[in-house]
């Protein structure tokens, strides 16, 4: 408290910068288990229904819109989603980059498929077997 009262307006701005910069690092160094142990009964995208047992997700890049750690886009580092074009042509996939995990605004890449359906999914399997993304989700991308 006294440190404080001690500095100047600009030595305050920096010591908030600085706990700010280190809970970013905390964040990225908890687990997956972890965070879905946290965010799993209380986030902004769960929607829950009467008479449901289990509920229901929103959040980007979950392919089922089940609110379970197996599809949750949020909390692995490579998750993958499939959305609609912008101009309703083909779809758009969405996907994480790994090595970009601690920079949100870059680890997002889209990218639009319009070449009908089975060349594009020929590619979008193609893309994911390529970087390595979980078999799981090539497996429930096929039924969309």
């Not at 910069?21 to 964040?27: D, I, L, N």
């Not at 779809?91 to 070449?115: H, I, Q």
Request: no cysteine; charged share 25%; net charge positive.
């Amino acid at each position: 408290m006294t440190m404080t009262k001690k500095m100047t307006a600009t030595g305050r701005a920096r010591l908030t910068q600085t706990l700010v910069q280190s809970q970013r690092g905390e964040t990225l160094t908890m687990s997956a288990h972890l965070t879905w142990m946290i965010i799993r009964n209380n986030n902004s995208y769960l929607l829950k229904k009467r008479n449901i047992n289990k509920p229901f997700s929103t959040e980007p890049n979950n392919l089922t819109n089940l609110s379970a750690f197996k599809y949750n886009g949020l909390i692995h580092r490579r998750s993958v989603g499939v959305v609609t074009a912008p101009d309703n042509k083909g779809f758009t996939v969405v996907y994480k980059k790994a090595k970009a995990g601690n920079k949100p605004a870059k680890s997002l890449v889209k990218r639009t498929m319009k070449s009908g359906p089975r060349r594009s999914l020929y590619k979008l399997k193609r893309l994911l077997n390529a970087n390595n993304y979980r078999t799981d989700l090539t497996k429930v991308r096929v039924f969309l």
